[in-house]
């Protein structure tokens, strides 16, 4: 029941607001839906953080500790991005950027993006987990080119012609797994039940399965933003309207992740090697390095974050891969700590670009004086981006370091250097923005504050005290994923 | 008897190969004509045309070579004893022993290459080029067409024409997609061997898109003749080649007498259909720009090609 | 009609597939486009209903149908009406270097052919032999999207890739479960939507459909 309220909610509102459009309230439906779907979210947590993993709707439904965690964080990030989004897309609105029906647009899609996201976490199928897949990139990509300018269009066509390339690779795996698992549960629909392949993982035929995994690893990789399918996502995330940026970074991004972790356990399984891990591990530091050092050349401050985003994907799926508890649980506990701490980052960003009319980090100068929010928020978000203590992301890269000096100690060199670039490029690029005195052109704006400090006291308090009960998830997590 | 009759059909064939390859060009040039709107010559004009070139003096350049007066002589010989190895009437000729399919192509290639020595030798400018383009035309053409061939052999197993023949005529009919790509890059590859639209014009003499004709633009009289006479022979063969790789049924086994009447009356129908065939390409299609041949040829290979992968990936 | 006619005539329609593919990926005009798409789905759909009779899959039937309605009728009719709509139908694209086109999709077809092998000695399906052949569909629709920098191409390619996922699906598992199947076809019938109003965008924008235009995105130094 919870689970068709979580559901609903999001697909309900979706269609209001497609009919409410560019009302004064739609921003208020926007929140109230993802408020509720946030309630619902929490309601399914604590039922299985209380009863264990569910099955429900005739085996269509599967919830676990990974996937609940994830849903929490989805419902979360998309409630306090609605909030940013209602005076962020306001002033939009103001300033002509955005019309009648972009707006309309802007809210439908917003939830059903989320509707999708939460599909793809739900689902027992894996068939049906590649739809809802497909279904986010599709709603997100006439999001991308909501400004209609040149540039929007071609990154908006860019992301739907290379995640439409990659997604379909994906399916292409999917097919190929639901003919090895054909062979040991027969045919029908329940050959592609997650928890039906998860008991059989071991019978499964390794040799379709590693040619299915390649396919699969494309796929969703793209998604995740691995180079070098990366292409997409730094024009995705620059031109596309921040609070998208947000979303995109903090959530769509971990939701193909845990599709390409699914399908690595089926095929860990069935080949008793830790072969896919391996091929996520190459993916994985590829990502690190090469967006550590583009993030040195970067001018645009949104494209700039991108490519944090895609180191920090890197980072996870490097650690996925390496597999063993520590591993995976700074894995779990990485894509939480980034999701949060990237979307903040993207608010502040989406302000700060607002208050100076440009994304070029050239023109952006004395945040702080400016707007004290934005200044410290921006500061503060970009200390723990780079894994400063006490934030959280430092426990998490912290975590992921350790198990590699155990389990790939000659790799633990470059993953460092890794972060080390990236540590040093950031930072030389955030001193100038927020210190300095306020430029003429600088303008004053009302900024959505909540979401802001809301993430960052999350992150801080979770990098300085880990709640038993995350923990807890974790651990059961690690298990299922072993 | 053993020896006598095979030796008989042989000569039989022979025969109608040199009667029959004018009057089937003249069957298309008649089509041609009816549908265009025009009065035709009739079906014996191509003979008439011969004839009369031999009764004409040969008038050579004065830097001619041996090679140049040589020339004729070695390309209709070659040609009918190509005529001789491909079963048009029965498998299993005498001569059919001498030569499989590539050396088949091998003596079409030997014709060739002396006929574009010949335009090369007196030294006129048309001759050059008719001689570079025929060999451009070849050099893409031959690796196709040896592909299709290589197709139909995988599937009868032989590269022997009899052989090939035997399997697809006489075994179990199965719908074959290796068969039908085969066919379809072996049509190219005739219209461009055979110098038809729209790879070349074989009623033209105009300067600019002539290939076949330019190279030959210099020889007159019995020479003349014996270079039309053996171009209208080659396509007869690979028409002939045509039916006898993709349409065989209805030949005649080895030594069978009584079913050659019917065989000869199946093949004369089957003739009849090609020409038709032939002249609606020839009047559906514009010639095309030389540059664009590497893409006619290109994609016979293409065929030729993917006829040899669907014979390994289909069947 | 027996299992053997059937897989020979499964064979026929797979390399009927297989040469529009290659028809799509050296075709020059709009229309020649949309008519090779609309019958690579023709091939596709009956061959789905062939497979469906052999192995009496009844469920291959609905799949048949919906290709039929899907991709035969409804998405070349969209692209026909935005074809008209932006008056592109007399358009003639460029196409660069169509012969090392063509050899690079035979090297895509023969490394198919290998990639697949395993399946092919595991499968014991009338239609083992086509999966080959549905994988090079995939990849010649992503070469054609690599090759070709007009919008409506590319999206042809896309909507082609789609094909060999589909024909794949058939041709390995006999089909997916038809959930899955079902929502694969809402997913393409919005991405249709999508890339319609793209289309009218990017004309706006750019006017005219060549996406070679759209390279403002790039790293700076």
């Known amino acids: ?482 | 008897m053993n020896i006598i009759y095979p030796a008989a059909v042989e000569v039989l064939q022979f025969l109608i190969l040199l009667f029959a390859a004018p009057v089937f060009v003249g069957w298309v040039r008649m089509l041609k004509c009816w549908f265009q709107g025009r009065t035709s010559a009739g079906l014996l004009q191509p003979h008439r045309d011969i004839m009369k070139l031999f009764y004409k003096d040969v008038v050579l350049a004065e830097n001619a070579s041996w090679i140049f007066r040589f020339t004729p002589y070695l390309v209709f010989g070659a040609t009918a004893v190509a005529g001789g190895v491909i079963p048009i009437l029965s498998v299993g000729l005498p001569l059919s022993a001498t030569a499989d399919i590539i050396a088949l192509v091998a003596l079409f290639t030997i014709s060739r290459f002396f006929t574009a020595l010949a335009g090369l030798d007196i030294g006129t400018a048309f001759g050059g080029m008719g001689s570079s383009r025929e060999k451009t035309i070849a050099s893409l053409a031959e690796p196709a067409m040896l592909m299709a061939i290589f197709t139909v052999s995988l599937v009868s197993q032989s590269t022997s024409l009899s052989q090939m023949v035997n399997v697809i005529a006489h075994g179990e009919f199965v719908l074959r997609p290796s068969l039908a790509f085969a066919l379809l890059a072996f049509v190219l590859i005739t219209l461009a061997e055979t110098g038809r639209i729209p790879v070349d014009n074989p009623a033209t003499h105009l300067e600019l898109t002539m290939i076949h004709e330019a190279m030959i633009l210099e020889y007159s009289g019995r020479h003349l003749a014996l270079i039309e006479w053996a171009g209208m022979m080659k396509l007869f063969l690979f028409t002939a080649l045509g039916i006898a790789s993709f349409f065989p049924w209805g030949i005649a086994a080895a030594g069978d007498i009584a079913f050659l009447p019917v065989t000869t009356v199946l093949l004369l129908f089957k003739l009849i259909l090609a020409g038709i065939g032939l002249v609606l390409i020839e009047t559906g299609l514009a010639k095309m720009r030389l540059f664009r041949l590497t893409e006619f040829l290109g994609s016979a290979f293409l065929f030729a090609t993917l006829g040899l992968l669907s014979y390994f990936i289909l069947e | 009609m027996s299992t053997n006619i059937a897989a020979q005539m499964n064979s026929v329609l797979a390399a009927l597939v297989l040469l529009t593919a290659f028809g799509l990926l050296v075709q020059r005009r709009v229309y020649g486009l949309l008519h090779l798409f609309a019958w690579q789905g023709l091939f596709l759909s009956i061959s789905t209903a062939v497979v469906g009779f052999v192995s009496s899959q009844h469920h291959l039937y609905i799949s048949s149908v919906l290709t039929l309605a899907l991709k035969v009728i409804v998405l070349p009719y969209i692209l026909h009406t935005l074809i008209i709509r932006l008056k592109i139908h007399k358009e003639v694209e460029t196409v660069v270097n169509v012969p090392a086109t063509m050899l690079i999709g035979i090297a895509l077809v023969i490394f198919s052919y290998h990639l697949t092998a395993p399946i092919r000695d595991l499968s014991t399906l009338v239609t083992k032999s086509t999966i080959a052949v549905a994988l090079a569909t995939v990849m010649l629709g992503l070469l054609m999207m690599i090759t070709r920098r007009h919008a409506v191409t590319q999206i042809i390619g896309f909507l082609a890739m789609e094909n060999g996922l589909f024909f794949a699906a058939t041709s390995a598992t006999y089909g997916m479960p038809l959930v899955v199947e079902l929502g694969v076809a809402l997913d393409i019938l919005i991405a249709a939507f999508i890339f319609g109003i793209f289309f009218f965008h990017i004309r706006e924008t750019f006017d005219s459909l060549d996406v070679e235009q759209m390279a403002m995105l790039k790293e700076e130094d």
């Open chain 1, 1 to 482: 029941m919870t689970l068709l309220i979580l559901l609903g909610t999001s697909f309900l509102a979706a269609i209001i607001l497609a009919f409410v459009g560019d009302r004064r309230y739609a921003a208020e439906i926007n929140i109230l839906g993802s408020t509720a779907t946030f309630i619902a979210g929490v309601a399914l947590a604590v039922h299985v953080y209380l009863d264990g993993p569910m099955i429900a709707g005739g085996k269509f439904f599967f919830v676990d500790a990974f996937s609940v965690y994830l849903t929490v964080l989805t419902a979360f990030v998309s409630m306090t991005t609605a909030i940013f989004s209602r005076r962020y897309m306001r002033r939009e609105r103001e300033h002509g950027r955005v019309g009648h029906w972009g707006m309309r647009f802007y809210h439908a899609m917003f939830q059903l993006f989320i509707f999708a996201m939460l599909l793809a976490l739900l689902t027992n199928n894996v068939g049906v987990l590649w739809i809802a897949m497909e279904l986010a990139t599709l709603s997100t990509v006439l999001l991308v080119s909501l400004y209609r300018t040149p540039t929007a269009i071609e990154a908006a066509w860019k992301y739907f012609i290379l995640c439409g390339v990659g997604i379909a690779q994906a399916l292409f795996g999917t097919v190929l797994l639901y003919f090895a698992a054909e062979k040991v549960l027969g045919e029908g629909g329940e050959a592609l039940l997650w928890t039906n392949l998860s008991q059989v993982s071991t019978q499964l035929e390794p040799t379709v399965l590693r040619l299915a995994f390649v396919f699969l690893m494309v796929g969703y990789g793209t998604k995740v933003g691995l180079v070098p399918l990366h292409n997409w996502l730094p024009d995705a995330h620059s031109e596309g309207p921040t609070p998208i940026s947000a979303v995109l970074s903090g959530l769509l991004l971990n939701i193909a992740l845990y599709a390409l972790v699914r399908c690595k356990v089926l095929v860990d399984g069935s080949t008793g090697t830790n072969q896919a891990g391996n091929l996520m591990m190459g993916f994985g530091l590829l990502s690190i390095l090469v967006a550590a050092f583009s993030l040195l050349r970067q001018k645009d401050i949104k494209r700039m974050f991108a490519y944090s985003s895609i180191e920090h994907m890197g980072i996870a799926t490097f650690a996925f891969g390496l597999g063993g508890p520590i591993a995976t649980f700074g894995a779990l506990l990485h894509m939480l700590v980034h999701s949060l701490t990237k979307s903040s980052i993207f608010f502040t960003v989406g302000h700060a670009s607002q208050m100076h009319e440009t994304q070029e980090m050239e023109k952006i100068k004395g945040l702080i004086r400016g707007n004290p929010l934005v200044g410290w928020g921006l500061m503060l978000g970009v200390m723990a981006i780079v894994g400063m203590p006490p934030f959280g992301v430092f426990t998490s890269e912290f975590l992921i370091l350790t198990a590699t000096m155990k389990d790939a100690a000659l790799l633990a060199p470059l993953l460092l250097l890794g972060l080390g670039v990236a540590f040093a490029a950031l930072f030389r690029r955030v001193q100038p923005m927020v210190a300095g005195a306020i430029p003429l052109y600088q303008k004053p704006l009302k900024a959505a504050h909540i979401p802001v400090i809301l993430h960052m006291v999350l992150v801080l308090i979770i990098g300085l005290y880990m709640p038993n009960f995350l923990s807890r998830w974790f651990h059961t997590a690690v298990e299922l994923l072993k």
